[in-house]
């Protein structure tokens, strides 16, 4: 019916339910690691989207407009007044992006913007393109929609109602196009609608200051009993039904009757785990029945962890694993001698590599490859074994611009137990900073491929030991690394004072939030696999003298 209804919404209460709402033998954080000695916090690091691991520094992106609706909108109901402080760009940012998923439900999610604070989000223009997208039928047709149906145009017309009561706007609709409206919602009314059309019918009626037909009414509240014996799908349906129940009932002005009792107990055990919408439609039944605005605790605690400096908040539900950020996770298990084969990895990449808009590219495929061989044990295939010796994925000459995309393949075939022969080399200058990364970047392939006797003449630890001291403020933390390992591939020595510069600059870089053992390539509070990698190889070639690797 509404765009606000997500696919992601099933998907993720389905993720959940087993294991939280009905705790049952065998069920275990991703992965099972916990007990090797790999930190709790990788497990956080699973995408709910598709069991991948995503990469952390996702965790420092805002949420969709969708996203920052539902959030603020439940901190509302548990009198949180919350504020949003955003500048001139991302308050443009955020309009945008909503009003491009949908001209009438995209302004509908910035109302609980503008309320907050976010005042440039939305304004007397809006109500303008609204009423524009009204029809001489009483309804309003939203361009985003593909198929135009009743369903379609019922939740069209919500939104929009929404949004001209939010601006002000509504009180000044004609009186020809109010009893428009209000005959095309009675008409539907009389059809005998679904739960959920009724209480959109209901709902819009309210705005209109029209009564709701008796009809509607007279529904008794979704059969919770034995909720939690029910299959995953259908208590994320009860759910959905028990709000559009409560909506119904609320816009008639009567009184929602519900088993309090059940959703209070599906509110305690997944308050960490539902998406926003779900949240607040839990929040929202329970308050419309009887909560208080106090009885939240643990509701305000996960959305203000979740919330920026500028009061929008994250969004975990949004954030989509990927065989890249994965297969980093399996090799700082690696170094760090924790277990790399994983029966629950290699069913979400099983999964992804069937899934029709799965990439298909060559360096895509041999990602994916070499991650179900690191998680499964399992040999490549021929096809994918062909892929380490196609110069279109690994190329068979390396320069400075391809080095990065050379190593990383190389470092694939050869982690999949898939020799790749030694490229030729262009020569290029290590006398800057770029020229010394790709340096290093070459060095650490050549070893990682098992060819340390094919470094180039002109490539030497003379060559490379001013950056491997002092690269300059432009260098990351990733490139430090990389630089001093390749440097001592080359037969360098890493003096006392090299080696505390960078104890205190790793300590520096040390954790971001939820992620204590991580590091951050730069002062951004994000933190990076790839990093992490690069200084935790680092440290055990130093034989620890850095602290870094976790013990």
Not at 236 to 257: C, M, N
Not at 298 to 314: A, F, H, I, K, W
Not at 390 to 411: G, Y
Request: with cysteine.
């Amino acid at each position: 019916m509404s765009r606000t209804r997500s696919i992601a919404r099933t998907a993720v209460w389905t993720a959940v339910a087993a294991c939280v709402m009905v705790p049952a033998a065998g069920c275990a954080s991703p992965g099972s690691h916990h007990a090797s000695g790999e930190p709790g916090y990788f497990a956080s690091l699973v995408s709910r989207a598709n069991g991948l691991y995503y990469h952390p520094f996702l965790r420092e992106e805002r949420g969709s407009p969708e996203a920052q609706s539902y959030a603020l909108r439940t901190l509302e109901e548990t009198g949180a007044r919350p504020r949003v402080t955003v500048g001139a760009g991302t308050a443009s940012a955020l309009r945008s992006d909503a009003v491009k998923a949908s001209p009438l439900w995209g302004r509908y999610w910035l109302v609980p913007l503008r309320d907050a604070g976010a005042s440039g989000v939305l304004g007397r223009s809006d109500a303008r393109a609204v009423e524009k997208l009204r029809t001489d039928k009483g309804w309003y047709d939203d361009p985003a929609l593909g198929t135009k149906t009743d369903e379609g145009r019922l939740g069209a017309t919500w939104a929009a109602l929404e949004v001209e009561a939010a601006t002000g706007s509504l009180g000044r609709l004609p009186a020809a196009d109010r009893a428009a409206t209000v005959r095309w919602l009675d008409g539907l009314a009389a059809g005998g609608p679904s739960l959920e059309g009724a209480a959109v019918l209901a709902r819009c009626l309210r705005l209109l200051a029209r009564p709701t037909p008796e009809s509607l009414t007279t529904r008794a509240a979704p059969d919770a009993s034995r909720f939690t014996e029910r299959p995953e799908k259908e208590r994320a349906d009860l759910l959905e039904d028990t709000y559009d129940y409560v909506l119904l009932q609320e816009s008639a002005g009567k009184e929602p009757r519900v088993d309090r009792e059940v959703w209070q107990q599906a509110l305690a055990h997944n308050t960490d785990s539902l998406d926003y919408e779900q949240l607040y439609s839990l929040v929202h039944i329970l308050r419309a029945t009887g909560s208080p605005e106090n009885a939240f605790p643990s509701v305000v605690r996960r959305l203000q962890r979740e919330r920026m400096p500028d009061g929008t908040v994250r969004d975990p539900s949004s954030y989509l694993g990927t065989p890249d950020a994965s297969l980093f996770v399996q090799r700082l298990r690696s170094v760090a001698g924790w277990p790399v084969r994983d029966k629950r990895l290699l069913g979400a990449v099983e999964k992804q590599a069937d899934s029709p808009d799965a990439p298909r590219d060559g360096a895509a495929r041999l990602t994916t490859a070499a991650l179900e061989h690191s998680a499964g044990g399992a040999p490549l295939s021929p096809r994918e074994t062909a892929l380490c010796r196609d110069p279109v994925t690994v190329p068979a000459t390396v320069t400075a611009d391809n080095a990065a995309d050379w190593q990383r393949a190389v470092w694939n075939c050869a982690e999949s137990g898939v020799p790749v022969p030694a490229p030729s080399v262009t020569r290029w200058s290590v006398d800057g900073l770029e020229g010394a990364q790709a340096a290093a970047t070459l060095v650490v392939g050549l070893h990682q491929g098992g060819h340390d006797d094919r470094v180039p003449g002109w490539l030497t630890a003379d060559g490379l030991r001013r950056w491997a001291t002092d690269p300059g403020p432009r260098a990351s933390v990733y490139d430090r690394a990389l630089i001093v390992r390749a440097y001592l591939l080359l037969g360098g020595r890493a003096g006392d004072l090299v080696v505390g510069s960078l104890a205190g600059l790793f300590k520096a870089h040390r954790g971001c939030p939820g992620l204590p053992g991580l590091y951050r390539p730069d002062d951004e509070p994000g933190c990076d696999l790839k990093t992490t990698w690069a200084v935790w190889e680092l440290d055990k070639a130093l034989d620890g003298k850095l602290g870094a690797l976790p013990s």
